[in-house]
């Protein structure tokens, strides 16, 4: 790497700050330095990991994950929506597979990163849960994760089901690393509550409310979300097709994210579905193109967001034909890692530019210093095993 200090004798201060990012992106002062709270439309277009902070009245969105369970792409990953709020608060809305890589691409604080609202329990939505369970237990989070979603139409079916079976399946991985990581970071812990529930609370803290509705998806359970915080709404719709409830929920609001899947067409051509097979999941259990242009009609978002394709030209192209019929309003077909700053007077579309080899982000006092008690062993038989050839490092002192 070039010495950043002889790019400065010969170029700008811009290239300087540019070559500090890179370098020493997790210093306090360069976050400080660069943490001017422009407004949202004065920013740069480009949003670097750890080097701004959000306004106290901002909300700021990131797609993680705006694609497809098949396939997954190197470009876009599984449905997954990360927002922070200028009171520090970070919510996840679906995990889907994949999306994991996204969120430590933003390198955020993962003490803050502990709380997840899932649509529903399809793999493309909830898939990286454990991911980020263990992932960000790893990476600085001290306290639980909690997980907030659905009953279904059995027991079997519902969030809190799933989320015992997660750490049934992760019993093994859980275990080990007891009394080495803090001890409440491995804790996950099921918030379910009832999928019928028409615009009810299931989260309110920290002037933050966030009500469920349901959604129309393949079998009872699926529901949607809208988030308010400071007088910005953001409404978050997990797969459905055009539902009543959606409708009533999200009118008005601030950021309105719905899925639009493929048209019956676009789905022969790109996944060489069948006719019939096509039409039912582009428009019976999903919404296409048409139908997302007559909802958001009937909201009227100040940005309206569309996901849930694999993007390219001809069909962005078929998507934007069908919707225009209908809606003429502000449109965005979400894409991986776009981002936007938003306040009572501006939404600004970003893009996060981040490391393809990303590095944990530093963790806290806290984290350092939160209890861990017992401690993982091996039976005598594998400790019996260990080469006497080898001495390891004494332990530093707890
Ligand atoms: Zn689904
Ligand atoms: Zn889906």
């Known amino acids: 790497m070039p010495n950043p200090l002889r790019i400065a004798s010969k170029t700008s201060i811009g290239a300087v700050c540019a070559a500090l990012v890179l370098l020493c ?21 480009a949003w670097y990991p750890r080097t701004e902070t959000i306004g106290p009245d901002e909300m700021f969105v990131v797609a993680l994950g705006t694609g497809m369970p098949t396939p997954i792409t190197r ?55 454990p991911v980020v369970w263990v992932g960000g237990w790893l990476s600085g989070r001290y306290r639980p994760l909690h997980i907030y979603g659905p009953s279904g139409a059995e027991p079997a079916l519902g969030t809190a089901a799933y989320v015992e079976g997660l750490k049934k399946t992760y019993a093994w991985d859980i275990a080990g690393r007891s009394g080495i990581l803090p001890d409440a970071g491995g804790q996950l812990i099921a918030h379910e509550f009832d999928y019928k529930q028409d615009g009810g609370v299931v989260y309110e803290a920290n002037g933050v409310k966030i009500t469920s509705f349901p959604a129309v998806h393949v079998i009872d359970g699926p529901v949607s979300y809208r988030l308010e915080w400071n007088g ?58 048409s139908g997302f242009g007559k909802i958001m009609a009937e909201v009227k978002p100040r940005l309206a967001v569309g996901y849930h394709t694999i993007r390219q030209p001809e069909l962005d192209q078929m998507m934007l034909e069908e919707v225009r019929k209908v809606y003429d309003g502000p449109l965005v077909i979400a894409d991986d890692l776009m981002a936007w700053n938003i306040t009572k007077d501006a939404i600004a579309q970003r893009e996060v530019v981040s490391a393809e080899r990303v590095q944990a982000p530093p963790t806290t006092q806290g984290y350092k ?30």
């Open 232 to 289: 910005l709404s953001f409404v978050f719709g997990g797969d459905s097709a055009p539902n009543k409830w959606f409708i009533e929920h999200a009118k008005g609001a601030d950021f309105v994210i719905h899925e639009m899947f493929y048209t019956p067409k676009g789905l022969e051509t790109a996944l060489g579905f069948p006719p019939r097979q096509a039409t039912i999941v582009s428009s019976y259990i999903h919404t296409p193109p």
């Open 369 to 398: 210093t939160a209890p861990r008690s017992g401690q993982a062993s091996y039976s005598e038989y594998i400790d019996a095993g260990k080469w006497p050839g080898y001495t390891p490092p004494p332990l530093p002192e707890p």
């Open 75 to 129: 470009a876009q990953k599984s449905t997954a929506w990360y927002v922070e709020l200028g009171n520090g608060d970070i919510f996840l809305f679906d995990v889907g597979s994949g999306s994991a890589e996204n969120l430590f691409a933003l390198r955020p604080d993962f003490h803050r990163v502990d709380k997840i609202f899932a649509s529903h329990l399809h793999t493309d939505h909830v898939g990286d849960a």
């Open 25 to 45: 992106a997790d210093t306090a002062l360069l976050q400080t330095a660069m943490a001017e709270e422009a407004p949202p439309e004065k920013r740069p277009q």
